[in-house]
């Protein structure tokens, strides 16, 4: 219960920073027509404003006035948001005395959407650092202006449309910074939820668990949506921790439904026991037999019924166990064939035996009973002489 409140209270916190941080340092540039700046000739339909979003098309530049100059050497971070048909770029404008909507001077670095990330056409969302340099070598001092151009001299935007620009005066790093430490709290409850499956008993506290990391991911799948490393990585985390904890769900599941046949995996293991403890009795051992196969029959069905490896196991062991005691009836059987062919042939030798016997004593007498018939003849003709 503990770590479940530490999750929430986490949570909370985060929930609060991210009303906190980026309310404070993240300035909204309305996209209407008060703050459209210098922009290159067009057609009517060059620019349109219309339920917050701006889109230019056919148009080679056009620019937005910033909520405050950038003085040379500063660098603010333009967050832009949008859609698009073609690449673009983009770069800060330098502040003209005389001129009403400022100088078209360029006074930046400038980013290109193809050479970071963005994919034509789609959606883009975007974290632009720029540093204010007298690129163009005009000596001015300061930018008041973000100007939108397309991807290369002489050519125009593309039904570029954007939904959203923020402004920070700051850098990549320090609004990375700060997303790190808003989504940090999210990768802890998620780190949290871990835990606490680890320790878990029970179906309910482990799904529990699940549920407390999920919902860390998808807080943190939000953040990540700004395409920081570092809350990429808190994110990756999360998820790791969210497969860790459907592992420790799908091993107690396995746990339970190896539980639930461990009479049956006992009684196949028994039948081998009684099988080899038979002493070639074929009766007894096709009783084993039997109930080995009954059993492994309830092993084989739950293993079917549920994919998990430690059932498979078990229904492949009592598979196993079960030909083993076939092998043993096998024996078993073939013994009593042979001892049935020796007590065959013994008797069959013990006939030919007496047979012979037999004849013997009745050749014996016939050839006495012929000495005899002899003797008796030659008698008789000896009286008559």
Same mark, same amino acid.
């Given at each position: 219960?503990?770590?479940?409140?530490?999750?929430?209270?986490?949570?909370?916190?985060?929930?609060?920073?991210?009303?906190?941080?980026?309310?404070?340092?993240?300035?909204?540039?309305?996209?209407?027509?008060?703050?459209?700046?210098?922009?290159?000739?067009?057609?009517?339909?060059?620019?349109?404003?219309?339920?917050?979003?701006?889109?230019a098309n056919d148009i080679a530049l056009f620019s937005l006035v910033l909520p405050e100059n950038v003085?040379?050497?500063?660098?603010?971070?333009?967050?832009?948001?949008?859609?698009?048909?073609?690449?673009?770029?983009?770069?800060?404008?330098?502040?003209?005395?005389?001129?009403?909507?400022?100088?078209?001077?360029?006074?930046?670095? %400038?980013?290109?959407?193809?050479?970071?990330?963005?994919?034509?056409?789609?959606?883009?969302?975007?974290?632009?650092?720029?540093?204010?340099?007298?690129?163009?070598? %005009?000596?001015?001092?300061?930018?008041?202006?973000?100007?939108?151009?397309?991807?290369?001299?002489?050519?125009?935007?593309?039904?570029?449309?954007?939904?959203?620009?923020?402004?920070?005066?700051?850098?990549?790093?320090?609004?990375?910074?700060?997303?790190?430490?808003?989504?940090?709290?999210?990768?802890?409850?998620?780190?949290?939820?871990?835990?606490?499956?680890?320790?878990?008993?029970?179906?309910?506290?482990?799904?529990?668990?699940?549920?407390?990391? %999920?919902?860390?991911?998808?807080?943190?799948?939000?953040?990540?949506?700004?395409?920081?490393?570092?809350?990429?990585?808190?994110?990756?985390?999360?998820?790791?921790?969210?497969?860790?904890?459907?592992?420790?769900?799908?091993?107690?599941?396995?746990?339970?439904?190896?539980?639930?046949? %461990?009479?049956?995996?006992?009684?196949?293991?028994?039948?081998?026991?009684?099988?080899?403890?038979?002493?070639?009795?074929?009766?007894?051992?096709?009783?084993?037999?039997?109930?080995?196969?009954?059993?492994?029959?309830?092993?084989?069905?739950?293993?079917?019924?549920?994919?998990?490896?430690?059932?498979?196991?078990?229904?492949?062991?009592?598979?196993?166990?079960?030909?083993?005691?076939?092998?043993?009836?096998?024996?078993?059987?073939?013994?009593?064939?042979?001892?049935?062919?020796?007590?065959?042939?013994?008797?069959?030798?013990?006939?030919?035996?007496?047979?012979?016997?037999?004849?013997?004593?009745?050749?014996?007498?016939?050839?006495?009973?012929?000495?005899?018939?002899?003797?008796?003849?030659?008698?008789?003709?000896?009286?008559?002489?």
């Open positions: 219960m503990k770590k479940l409140f530490s999750v929430a209270v986490a949570v909370l916190l985060a929930l609060c920073m991210s009303i906190c941080v980026f309310a404070a340092d993240e300035i909204e540039i309305p996209l209407d027509a008060e703050h459209v700046g210098a922009s290159s000739s067009g057609g009517p339909d060059a620019l349109t404003i219309e339920n917050g979003t701006l889109t003085p040379l050497g500063d660098t603010v971070v333009v967050h832009l948001k949008g859609t698009s048909d073609g690449d673009f770029r983009v770069w800060l404008l330098g502040a003209g005395e005389t001129d009403e909507k400022g100088s078209e001077a360029t006074f930046s670095n %400038q980013w290109k959407a193809s050479e970071n990330g963005a994919e034509f056409p789609g959606e883009f969302e975007k974290y632009i650092e720029l540093t204010a340099e007298d690129y163009d070598g %005009q000596s001015l001092t300061e930018a008041d202006r973000l100007a939108l151009k397309g991807p290369s001299f002489g050519t125009n935007l593309s039904n570029t449309k954007l939904t959203y620009v923020g402004i920070v005066y700051g850098t990549v790093a320090d609004l990375e910074a700060d997303a790190v430490a808003e989504a940090q709290p999210f990768a802890d409850a998620a780190a949290a939820a871990l835990e606490t499956a680890k320790s878990a008993e029970g179906s309910d506290a482990l799904n529990a668990a699940l549920a407390d990391a %999920q919902a860390a991911v998808d807080s943190l799948t939000e953040k990540a949506a700004s395409g920081f490393p570092g809350v990429n990585a808190l994110l990756s985390d999360a998820k790791n921790a969210v497969k860790e904890i459907e592992k420790l769900i799908e091993a107690s599941a396995a746990g339970d439904a190896l539980a639930a046949v %461990q009479a049956d995996i006992d009684a196949v293991n028994n039948a081998l026991t009684a099988a080899k403890d038979a002493n070639g009795d074929v009766a007894a051992i096709q009783a084993a037999l039997d109930e080995a196969k009954a059993a492994a029959a309830k092993i084989d069905e739950a293993a079917n019924a549920a994919d998990y490896k430690e059932l498979k196991a078990a229904s492949k062991s009592a598979s196993a166990t079960v030909t083993e005691i076939e092998g043993v009836l096998k024996d078993a059987e073939e013994a009593v064939k042979k001892a049935e062919a020796a007590k065959k042939a013994e008797e069959e030798a013990a006939a030919a035996s007496k047979k012979k016997t037999t004849t013997i004593v009745i050749v014996v007498i016939a050839v006495v009973v012929v000495i005899a018939v002899i003797a008796a003849v030659l008698l008789k003709g000896k009286k008559k002489k």
